[in-house]
């Protein structure tokens, strides 16, 4: 992610090479020389002179947008990357910004960053990443819950909140469901009183037995209901691996007899298990 024009990143160090002491500026103080700067910006038809004053507004303020930005940390984005997409909003909040209004810039600024964060963690985030509709739901279950743990002094039932926010409980526990998707569990993390053992090998597989136990359970009344003879063609051939002259001098027939014999019984098990 990148600023916008307005700032790049290079201009920082000049605007900020203009603010002695920006990082030991008191509140107080900050509040008040950002009212000045807007104003003067609000002054001047000077486009140079306004990106220049526009420019000191946001080295000003960095921290304040580095504060939000350290509210999101450990969520899975890189700590650079919230930096970025919280300078990013200073920088829309400082263009967006009309003095005329007679509000405090901080009342502006810090909605403004905050709504840049999320929408980063919306857009980049996710390491699996569900349907728009789940993301959104997931943001108003979570502050619905936040309410209801405050009338309910406990933490809400997924029908308490799909009735508070007037869904279906599915939907709720859909989005409940996909809450690790930021930053889902890694397959290499130690598990067991030892942590000798990784989640990845305690996840189960398809089993090839468990076909051939199905197939043995189909097949055994099948295979019980054969004559004796057929019963040991498909013994020798299946479970010996012996060939068809083989089959055909234990049980005296030709060779060929014995390939029809197979296809006949083969024919008859799979019209009896069909």
């Known amino acids: 992610m990148t600023a916008t024009p307005e700032l790049q990143d290079q201009d920082l160090p000049n605007a900020a090479a203009e603010i002695p002491s920006v990082e030991t500026v008191p509140e107080a103080d900050r509040s008040e020389i950002t009212a000045r700067l807007l104003e003067q910006i609000g002054n001047t038809d000077d486009e140079l002179e306004q990106k220049r004053l526009r420019d000191e507004v946001v080295v000003l303020n960095m921290g304040v947008a580095r504060a939000i930005a350290a509210r999101y940390r450990d969520r899975g984005i890189g700590k650079d990357d919230l930096m970025q997409a919280a300078y990013v909003g200073l920088v829309k909040a400082v263009q967006g910004f009309d003095p005329s209004f007679e509000r405090d810039f901080l009342s502006y600024a810090v909605p403004t960053v905050t709504g840049e964060v999320k929408r980063y963690f919306r857009d980049y985030g996710w390491t699996v990443r569900p349907p728009r509709r789940v993301q959104e739901l997931q943001a108003q279950i979570s502050r619905a819950s936040s309410e209801l743990s405050q009338t309910l002094h406990r933490s809400p039932k997924p029908s308490e909140v799909a009735e508070f926010l007037s869904v279906d409980v599915d939907s709720v526990i859909e989005a409940l469901a996909a809450d690790g998707c930021f930053t889902p569990a890694s397959l290499d993390v130690p598990v067991g009183e030892d942590g000798s053992t ?77």
């Open 198 to 274: 990784s989640l990845g090998e305690l996840l189960g597989e398809d089993d090839a037995d468990l076909g051939r136990a199905e197939a043995r359970i189909l097949l055994a009344p099948a295979v019980r209901r054969l004559a004796p003879r057929d019963r040991r063609i498909l013994e020798l051939r299946f479970f010996h691996g012996w060939t068809q002259e083989q089959i055909a001098g234990d049980i005296g027939v030709t060779q060929m007899q014995v390939s029809r014999l197979l296809a006949r019984i083969l024919s008859d098990l799979r019209a009896e298990l069909s």
